[in-house]
């Protein structure tokens, strides 16, 4: 059974402080990715990653970045966290081609 | 650009009513398409993927490339179809897994 687990299901953070949201996968996936979903926007690509220390910006990239030290952790890092950050965190992971994208549970991130 | 498009937020039918949500999709290579499902309170899942051809839970989806379309459909609406459920798109070029906004399904009893 594949496993995506993503390290927090609830966040609270302060304005300005740097944040780091975790994703773990036990599949020995290529492809990592992070989205943040929101009512009415759907899911939104931030950045993803095909291989270890290979990142590629999404499409709302802005204020984050992201880490691929190891194949099975991808990390993004809220550099100076914003109110309009508020928002469920996705991590998903998949084989390198167009197979099924696993999911994890979500972190709901709320800055105050 | 690649773009995935949902054109309708949210639809309501009642028990045994067909349903068809629909997708459209901007890619100029060969698309592979997904739709993904999120029932209250569980995971986002993978429900079909049109290489597959298959049908889930009777549900179907074809790709129609005329129309850059891949809309969802199922004869019969059951109560437990109520989810949200998101078109994505996988484009192998540039390794990218994009989403579509989005359509809450309500099926009444």
């Known amino acids: 059974d594949v496993k995506v687990t993503q390290s927090s299901r609830y966040l609270v953070k302060r304005t300005g402080e740097k944040v780091f949201l975790e994703c773990v996968q036990d599949m020995d996936h290529e492809n990592m990715f992070w989205y943040r979903q929101d009512p009415g926007l759907g899911l939104r690509l931030i950045y993803f990653?095909?291989?270890?220390?290979?990142?590629e910006k999404g499409d709302i990239p802005e204020g984050y970045s992201v880490s691929r030290e190891k194949k099975e952790r991808f990390s993004l890092i809220l550099e100076s966290a914003s109110t309009n950050q508020t928002s469920m965190y996705l991590c998903?992971?998949?084989?390198?081609?167009?197979?099924?994208?696993?999911f994890g549970q979500g972190t709901r991130l709320t800055v105050v | 650009a690649q773009r995935v498009t949902q054109p309708e937020k949210l639809l309501s039918v009642f028990k045994g009513a067909p349903v068809e949500l629909k997708c459209n999709y901007s890619?100029?290579?060969?698309?592979?398409l997904f739709w993904y499902v999120q029932y209250s309170r569980q995971r986002l899942q993978l429900l079909l993927r049109h290489i597959s051809r298959e049908s889930i839970k009777g549900f179907t989806a074809d790709l129609n490339k005329g129309e850059t379309s891949f809309h969802l459909k199922k004869p019969f609406a059951q109560e437990e179809d109520s989810a949200m459920y998101y078109c994505?798109?996988?484009?192998?070029?540039?390794?990218?897994?994009?989403f579509g906004a989005g359509t809450r399904l309500a099926v009444h009893p």
């Open positions: 990653s095909y291989d270890v220390k290979m990142k």
């Open positions: 998903a992971s998949s084989f390198l081609r167009g197979t099924e994208a696993f």
């Open positions: 890619y100029s290579g060969s698309p592979e």
């Open positions: 994505a798109l996988f484009s192998g070029g540039y390794n990218k897994l994009i």
